[in-house]
């Protein structure tokens, strides 16, 4: 059974090999990421219980902030996958960006992943409870 | 027949230009290739960190924090380490390059520190 697999990962690399791209798959943290967060929010930080304070003593200082301290970035970026065109190659790098939202009192209110590709992130977070709706303007003003 | 050419000043104009130009460039390149120092390391640069030291103190030993929490109750510190020489201060990046801890302080109501964590990130 184990032979069969060999071959048939062997035929499938040889097919990609000959196309002119082979995508080799990886997982292992860019070097300038932070190790300490990945793909899935930790299990130790729990809404509606875990306070500011306690996150900071878990995770460390965030990437960024929201100016009210109401939202924390940890942002963790991995490699992917090598992929090779021809002579030239690339890394596919995924960020792993867990946003921890809190409460006016401090206390954790939320917490999920954003899975994003390798974009320039921009750290300009708004306070999330300060956010105005937009009104447009009437016609004919 | 007209002379082809520019007028002496405008010449010295355009060598003038060429010289700034190349001197800039010149700034540009070898300013990409400063060597900075290396930060110096430190076995006892956390020896301060204790329950009970106050926020002065810390602050003196390890200066800025890279950042700060609830009007500068809870301070956070990027920090280097060397298997030898011992711990490093860095300051605060977009990424984390050369960070292995970030240190976190709680401080009480008075600026005494009651909780620390050194946390590996790296």
């Known amino acids: ?9 062997g035929l499938v ?5 000959l196309a002119g791209c082979l995508i080799i798959p990886t997982d292992y943290y860019t070097d300038s990421s932070r190790q300490n967060t990945a793909e899935k929010p930790p299990e130790t930080i729990i809404p509606g219980k875990t306070s500011l304070e306690e996150v900071l003593l878990k995770l460390g200082e965030p990437d960024e902030t929201s ?13 992917k996958a090598w992929l090779i065109v021809g002579d030239r190659g690339d890394y596919i790098i995924r960020h792993y960006l867990l946003v921890i939202r809190f409460d006016r009192n401090g206390v954790v209110e939320s917490q999920r992943i954003e899975d994003l590709p390798d974009i320039n992130l921009e750290y300009n977070l708004d306070p999330h409870f300060s956010k105005t709706p937009i009104t ?6 | 027949m007209e002379m082809e050419g520019r007028a002496p000043e405008e010449t010295m104009k355009t060598s003038q230009f060429k010289i700034a130009a190349y001197t800039l460039c010149t700034l540009f390149v070898f ?6 120092p290396p930060v ?6 956390l ?3 204790a329950t009970g030291t106050s926020r002065e103190t810390i602050l003196l030993k390890l200066g800025e924090p890279s950042a700060s929490f609830e009007q500068g109750r809870i301070l956070t510190y990027r920090i280097g380490a060397d298997d030898d020489q011992g711990y490093f201060l860095l300051d605060r990046q977009v990424r984390w ?3 292995k801890y970030s240190l976190v302080l709680v401080f009480d109501g008075k600026g005494f520190l009651t909780k620390h964590n050194l946390i590996p990130v790296r």
Do not use: F
């Not at chain 1, 184990?2 to 048939?8: V, Y």
């Not at chain 1, 447009?136 to 003003?141: H, N, Q, R, T, Y």
């Open chain 1, 13 to 17: 690399l040889s097919a990609i090999s």
């Open chain 1, 67 to 79: 100016s009210d301290e109401t939202e924390l970035w940890y942002d963790a970026a991995k490699v």
């Open chain 1, 136 to 141: 447009l303007p009437a016609k004919g003003e």
């Open chain 2, 97 to 99: 390059t050369n960070t």
């Open chain 2, 40 to 45: 110096p390391a430190d076995k006892n640069l």
């Open chain 2, 47 to 49: 020896i301060s960190v």
């Open chain 2, 31 to 36: 300013g990409g290739c400063v060597t900075l």
């Open chain 1, 1 to 9: 059974m184990w032979s069969r697999a060999i071959i048939h990962t």
